[in-house]
Nanobody
């Protein structure tokens, strides 16, 4: 069983910062990709930041256009965890943030995409 455990959401003032964490736990053989998406009310889910080749240490990170230069995705490979550092937050960053990972299970060696339960981030004064 693989789970993604998210933390760090909450209420932040405009211009502030926040860090989200996502830890992959359970029967993990290998993480192929990992990152964050978000969904605002009435909008489709969109990419925030994503590491497409998680097992390449200095591999690329993809960012959504609306967060480039403000958000940074980092990882602790030993802990199967990614961190989303969000800065210069705007009201339009308000959304439910979902962690997602493409993981090969050590139970059956099959790859699947997993999602976290979502964490609410609200930017408001």
């Amino acid at each position: 069983q693989v789970q993604l455990v998210e933390s760090g959401g909450g209420l932040v003032q405009p211009g502030g910062s926040r860090r989200l964490s996502c830890a992959a736990t359970g029967s993990i053989f290998r993480i192929k990709a990992m990152g964050w998406y978000r969904q605002a009310p009435g909008k489709e889910r969109e990419l925030v930041a994503h590491i497409p080749s998680y097992d390449i240490m200095d591999g690329p990170t993809n960012y959504g256009d609306s967060v480039k230069g403000r958000f940074t995705l980092s990882r602790d490979s030993a802990e199967n965890t990614v961190y989303l550092q969000m800065s210069s937050l705007k009201p339009e960053d308000t959304a439910v943030y979902y962690c997602s990972a493409h993981i090969i299970s050590s139970t059956n060696y099959e790859a699947d995409v997993y999602w976290g339960q979502g964490t609410q981030v609200t930017i408001s004064s």
